[in-house]
T-cell receptor
């Protein structure tokens, strides 16, 4: 069992829908990183958080340390949001454990 | 625009070739990382450099040879690769190694194909 689990693995949405991607982890972490990877390959940092909630534009990330759970929300989804979203947990030594990724497709 | 620059973006090579991947960052970061990512899988750590010294080698075959000539530059020398080495190779950097809550910044990767 992976120490960082994401759900769903695949997600198809219609443009404008509210999207939630979940991430659960079973190990102690110092922080959690939400990343976005487009088909071209490059990984873009969305949020790094260790508590509470962060918001940037249409993206919102939350984390509940007690429940070892984080969510990434996309409001008013758009086809350009189509990508793979990866949650990755930092341990105390700042090494990353990656989740399996969520493949999101937003249809016009 | 990524702050970690990787070249080339694509590389096709034969199993007997020798080639190198290059990664550069000018953020003053002292830790640099190489990851390998197969299709539809998460990245897997290969090497970590801290202050230009190799800190972690995740049992990577010797046909992959990393080099950190200075604090801004990280190379990955390739020789006698196998078809299963075809993957996306990602470089990342962070302010320090082993210090918590320092984000890793990723490059766009080099997509490597071994014929």
């Amino acid at each position: 069992k992976n120490e960082v689990e994401q759900s769903p693995q695949n997600l198809t949405a219609q443009e404008g829908e509210f999207i939630t991607i979940n991430c659960s982890y079973s190990v102690g972490i110092s922080a959690l990183h939400w990343l976005q990877q487009h088909p071209g390959g490059g990984i873009v940092s969305l949020f790094m958080l260790s508590s509470g909630k962060k918001k940037h534009g249409r993206l919102i990330a939350t984390i509940n340390i007690q429940e070892k759970h984080s969510s990434l929300h996309i409001t008013a989804s758009h086809p350009r949001d189509s990508a793979v979203y990866i949650c990755a947990a930092y341990n105390a030594g700042n090494m990353l454990t990656f989740g399996g990724g969520t493949r999101l497709m937003v249809k016009p | 625009d990524t702050e970690v620059t990787q070249t080339p973006k694509h590389l096709v090579m034969g199993m007997t070739n020798k080639k190198s991947l290059k990664c550069e960052q000018h953020m003053g970061h002292r830790a640099m990382y190489w990851y390998k990512q197969k299709a539809k899988k998460p990245p897997e750590l290969m090497f970590v450099y801290s202050y230009e010294k190799l800190s972690i080698n995740e049992s990577v075959p010797s046909r992959f040879s990393p080099e950190c000539p200075n604090s801004s530059l990280l190379n990955l020398h390739l020789h006698a690769l196998q078809p299963e080495d075809s993957a996306l190779y990602l470089c990342a950097s962070s302010q320090d190694f082993g210090v918590s809550n320092q984000p890793q910044h990723f490059g766009d990767g080099t997509r490597l194909s071994i014929l």
